[in-house]
């Protein structure tokens, strides 16, 4: 059998770019039925990346307005071709496809989505700043990401998920059991 055949129907050539960039992310929602708006997230994020780990459902108390209900949190790994600029522009699109409307900061929501790490970049502009700025201060961002990648390193600070949590979950960012909407 020759190896430059034409490609058999049966194994179409994949018109998807390499996946090559390493990102991070951080899910939330605390609106509707929060674990169908994660699911539902996490399946529309498959079209742009190649998720590799997904953390578990953690269940916490919101900040900044407290008035709210309470989040399911999750992170996840994976590899995409986006840059990340492309990518912070399909977080967004997900979001809104998903529900989500302008509101104000930490406010209520039926999905958020932060980059957290892209590869090993720091940067920062008007629309985006990686890493996430406020990762090393939230356990619901932490806790999920060091079950998943604890030894994952913010390359701003030099310090790993796991070094950034004290090597355990803070009550606050427990795994979740079985919870409502």
Request: net charge negative.
């Amino acid at each position: 059998m020759s190896l430059d055949t034409p490609i058999s129907p049966l194994f179409p050539a994949s018109k998807a770019p390499t996946a090559t960039h390493i990102v991070y992310l951080a899910l939330g929602s605390n609106l509707g039925d929060r674990r169908g708006n994660l699911a539902a997230a996490l399946q529309q994020l498959r079209e742009v990346i190649t998720i590799e780990t997904v953390s578990s459902v953690y269940e916490t108390e919101p900040i900044g307005y407290l008035e709210q209900p309470r989040f399911l949190n999750i992170a996840c790994c994976g590899k995409t071709w986006l840059s990340a600029q492309e990518l912070l522009h399909s977080t967004q699109a997900i979001e809104v496809a998903i529900g989500r409307q302008p509101t104000f900061r930490n406010g209520p929501r039926p999905i958020d989505i932060d980059i957290l790490l892209y590869d090993d970049l720091h940067m920062q502009d008007n629309q985006l700043t990686i890493p996430h700025p406020r990762m090393a201060e939230r356990a619901f961002v932490l806790a999920p990401l060091a079950e998943i990648s604890p030894n994952v390193v913010n390359p701003v600070n030099g310090q790993t998920a796991a070094s950034l949590t004290g090597g355990r979950y803070p009550l606050s960012a427990q795994p979740a059991h079985h919870t409502g909407p």
